[in-house]
């Protein structure tokens, strides 16, 4: 697991952190 908290991104930064908080967000942006 990577932490980039170095880099504000949308999405990417809970991504790296954590995949399933990422894939949760993406479903509710889609």
């Known amino acids: ?3 980039k908290r ?3 991104k ?3 930064d809970m ?3 954590t995949p ?3 894939e949760a967000l ?5």
């Open 1 to 3: 697991m990577r932490h």
């Open 6 to 8: 170095t880099e504000p």
């Open 10 to 12: 949308e999405g990417i």
């Open 15 to 17: 991504s790296e952190l």
């Open 20 to 22: 399933l908080t990422g």
């Open 26 to 30: 993406n479903t509710l942006r889609s």
